[in-house]
C-alpha cells in the first residue's frame, strides 16, 4: 500500500527566500506525481505534473523533481511572496492496469502548510 | 484543463439528514472520482464514478453511506446519507484531463460540509 509523507508539515519564511518542500512515497511504481495548491477551505489547484519518465517539472517559479528510485519529489519555490501561502499536497498517481479501464488512483500526503511573512 | 463546479459551496446540516452534492465538468469525461478531506487530514478517494455504471468504492465507503449517480459524461452526485458529526469534512470531486492534460487530475472548489 503505498503511503506518501510530507516534510516538513509547516513552514514559514520571510517574503523572498527560495525554499523547498519534501515529498516522499513507499512505493516506487508510480505512473505520475503531481502537486498541489490548497487555500484554506478551497479546493486543489494542479502546479505540475511530473510523469514517471521524467526527472523534472517548471512553471514559472515553481520547479518540482522526481526520484523514482530514492522515493522522492521536492517543490522548489523561488522568491516565495506572500501569496505563496497555503498547504502544499503532493500526490502518487498508481494506475489500473491497461485496458481494464480501472481508474488511477491518487495517494496524497498530509501537506505542507506554508506560510510567508512580509 | 477541466473547470469543475460544485453545489453546494458549503452546508450545516443536522444530524440523521442527508445531504446531496453535485459536481459538473465543462467537458466529457469518461471517470469522475470523490474524496472526502476531513479536518486537518489529507483527500481521501471515497469511490471512482463511471457513466452508465455503479461507482466503485474505496475501503472503508459503502454506497449505503456514500450513494453516487453519474447519469452522464459531465455530471455526478455524491450523496452523504443518514449524516453524523464525524461526517463533516469538505467533499471534492475531481477528473482526468483529457488531450495534452492527459493523466493529470483536477479538483473542483470543494463542499464544505458541517454536520451538527
Known amino acids: 500500500k503505498q503511503e506518501v509523507t510530507q516534510i516538513p508539515a509547516a513552514l514559514s519564511v520571510p517574503e523572498g527566500e527560495n525554499l523547498v518542500l519534501n515529498c516522499s512515497f513507499t512505493d516506487s511504481a508510480i505512473y505520475n506525481l503531481q502537486w498541489f495548491r490548497q487555500d484554506p477551505g478551497k479546493g486543489l489547484t494542479s502546479l505540475l505534473l511530473i510523469q514517471s519518465s521524467q526527472r523534472e517539472q517548471t512553471s514559472g517559479r515553481l520547479n518540482a523533481s522526481l526520484d523514482k528510485s530514492s522515493g522522492r519529489s521536492t517543490l522548489y519555490i523561488a522568491a516565495s511572496q506572500p501569496g505563496d501561502s497555503a498547504t502544499y499536497l503532493c500526490?502518487?498517481?498508481?494506475?489500473?492496469?491497461?485496458?481494464?479501464?480501472?481508474?488511477?488512483?491518487?495517494?496524497f500526503g498530509t501537506g505542507t502548510r506554508l506560510q510567508v511573512t512580509l | 484543463s477541466a473547470v469543475i463546479s460544485q453545489k453546494p459551496s458549503r452546508d450545516i446540516c443536522q444530524r440523521g439528514t442527508s445531504l446531496t452534492i453535485q459536481c459538473q465538468v465543462d467537458s466529457q469525461v469518461t471517470m469522475m472520482f470523490w474524496y472526502r478531506q476531513q479536518p486537518g487530514q489529507s483527500l481521501t478517494l471515497i469511490a471512482t464514478?463511471?457513466?452508465?455504471?455503479?461507482?466503485?468504492?474505496e475501503s472503508g465507503f459503502v454506497i449505503d453511506k456514500f450513494p453516487i449517480s453519474r447519469p452522464n459524461l459531465t455530471f455526478s452526485t455524491l450523496t452523504v446519507s443518514n449524516m453524523s458529526p464525524e461526517d463533516s469534512s469538505i467533499y471534492l470531486c475531481?477528473?482526468?484531463?483529457?488531450?495534452?492534460?492527459?493523466?493529470?487530475?483536477?479538483f473542483g472548489p470543494g463542499t464544505r460540509l458541517t454536520v451538527l
Open positions: 464514478a463511471n457513466q452508465g455504471s455503479e461507482a466503485t468504492y
Open positions: 500526490a502518487a498517481t498508481r494506475r489500473g492496469p491497461p485496458c481494464t479501464g480501472t481508474a488511477s488512483k491518487l495517494t
Open positions: 475531481s477528473v482526468e484531463g483529457q488531450g495534452a492534460s492527459y493523466n493529470e487530475q483536477f
